[in-house]
């Protein structure tokens, strides 16, 4: 897991933009280039923000955008390389929750689904998330309203994890 720099911007927004992964972003439309170099340039100043590459055998193969608030709480957003190899998630969750509570000492992970990723759901299950629940009918695609499930993580509760393993 590496910083992500600008020389990263194009392959992060083709995988951004790919229709496996954009049909599961809470933004569904297609991202010019000018829009995300924009967007690049005001989050990586955000102190609180972390923008991640996660490599694979030094090849870029995820990213990861983290937003710590208040108190040891963070969001995260993620997604792979499409055509990235099967356990490239599960390798990129592990190593950003070791970055998460053992680098930045984190209380507490976030993450929101919406309801029809079953896929990113059990993942979150997976890597140990708690579902904490349910907004209904929350996010508006332009055609019609979804649910979005929340999940969260305590470092406790990765800790013990951890214990096990």
Known sequence: M?????RDLELVLDWRNHPDVRCFMFSRHEIALGEHKAWFEKASQQENRHLLVYEQDSQASGFVNLAVSVGGIA?????????APKGTGKALGDQLLSYAFG?????????????Y??????FHL???FQQEGILRQQHFDGDKYHDI????????????RQGEN
């Open 2 to 6: 590496r910083k992500m720099t600008e």
């Open 75 to 83: 969001e995260w957003g993620f997604y792979t390389d499409p055509v």
């Open 103 to 115: 680098e930045l000492k984190l209380h507490k992970l976030v993450g929101q689904v919406l309801a």
């Open 117 to 122: 990723n079953e896929r990113s759901r059990n």
């Open 126 to 128: 997976r890597l140990g």
């Open 149 to 160: 499930y929340s999940y969260g993580l305590l470092a406790s509760e990765w800790q013990q």
